[in-house]
Each structure stands twice: as C-alpha cells, then as structure tokens.
T-cell receptor, first 117, second 115 residues
C-alpha cells in the first residue's frame, strides 16, 4: 500500500463508548497530524507529531487522546464523546517541515466519518 | 478569528473557461501557501504551492498568484474541465520556525464546472 491509510472509514459510536481511529503512512514521512473537519468550518489542526513526539496540541479536549507508537502509525483514542464531536477526522503526514523545502505539502488520508449518537 | 478566508463558498464556471478561486489571509507571519483539492469521500490532495519569494507559480493548467502586500492569493484554472469540480482549500503557514508544522486552512470553495 502507498500513501496514507485511515481506518475505519465510517464509525458510529455512543457517548459512553471507547473507540480508536487508526492512521498509517507508507511514505517515509516523519511528521503526522490529526485534523478535524466539521460542517461549514475550516479544517482544524488537533495534534502534530514529529519523530514520534507530540509538538502541537491545539487545546483539544481530553476526551481525544492521540498516540504515535512509531513514525508510520498514528492513533486517535476516543472516549465519552459528545454529539458535537461528529465530524470527518483526517490524518496527514509530511516530511519534517521546519526549514525544509515542502513543495509537496501534506499527504492526507481519506478520513474517518465519525457520528456520535 | 479566521486567519485564512475563502469568501466564496461556491463557484460555477463553464467548461473551457477560466476558474478563479480567491483566498485572503491576515497573519503576516504566513509565507508559504498551498492549495488542496477535495473530492467527496476522499481526503484533500495537494495541488500547488507558493512561497513568499515568488508572486506566481505555474503547473500545467493551474497557476497560483500571490500578492503579499494585499495578503491575497488566487488559484487560476485554465481551461476548466468537469473533472476539476471539487472543493478547493487554501492553506497557509510560516515557512520555518515556530508553527511551521501547522497549516491553517480556509473553509473551502466548491467549484462546479458545467459541461
């Protein structure tokens, strides 16, 4: 497989459930990201990992918990979510961006469509 | 406070004509800009980028123009094709240093190219 793969593609969960989103990249990139896309809103950055260390956490509620066990895998653990957390969750990867030519930008996965009921 | 603004939620263009998608930004630290294209049920795909040392970058039918003084960039598609119908996102970041990992996105413009 090539590119960035996200599973599952669709997820419906109750507010008391615990679930995890998975992202895997096969591009040799060393930075990975979680973005959230809600209806009629811009893509919102949630977490950034570079070389498996978290470098950004944009004030995301603790009910979202990221995990990056290695440079190819990224997880988003979900627990006690609210209906307003229903959105498209996108994973992306890139080369280490600081000061490096980044003409190819980020590579995104197809996303997980999450519905919280 | 939106730092990257795409004020037109949608745009319809006849096939063969030029499509012009606009983007404005407010953060003067931004000096690297990208356009992404997104089809339904797929993630955004990188289209073209420009850094602040340039005012134009061209790739086939796609050209991005940057006006730093106006904090404005635009994406031109010529000629437009039905397969270009998608949502286009503008994104920006500092080129290096603090925050350079973070892309800030606009809300997107849905382009419809009519055959």
């Amino acid at each position: 497989e090539t590119g960035v793969t996200q599973t599952p593609r669709h997820l419906v969960m109750g507010m008391t459930n615990k679930k995890s989103l998975k992202c895997e990249q096969h591009l040799g990139h060393n930075a990975m990201y979680w973005y959230k896309q809600s209806a009629k809103k811009p893509l919102e950055l949630m977490f950034v990992y570079s070389l498996e260390e978290r470098v950004e956490n944009n004030s995301v509620p603790s009910r979202f918990s990221p995990e990056c066990p290695n440079s190819s895998h990224l997880f988003l653990h979900l627990h006690t979510l609210q209906p307003e957390d229903s959105a498209l969750y996108l994973c992306a990867s890139s080369q280490d961006s600081a000061g490096v030519d980044r003409e190819d930008g980020y590579t995104f996965g197809s996303g997980t469509r999450l519905t919280v009921v | 406070d939106q730092q990257v603004k795409q004020n037109s939620p949608s745009l319809s263009v006849q096939e063969g004509r030029i499509s012009i998608l606009n983007c404005d930004y407010t953060n003067s630290m931004f000096d690297y800009f990208l356009w992404y294209k997104k089809y339904p049920a797929e993630g955004p795909t990188f289209l073209i980028s420009i850094s602040s040392i340039k005012d134009k970058n061209e790739d086939g039918r796609f050209t991005v123009f940057l006006n730093k003084s106006a904090k404005h960039l635009s994406l031109h598609i010529v000629p437009s094709q039905p397969g270009d119908s998608a949502v286009y996102f503008c994104a920006a970041s500092p080129y290096s240093g603090a925050g350079s990992y973070q892309l800030t996105f606009g809300k997107g413009t849905k382009l419809s190219v009519i055959p």
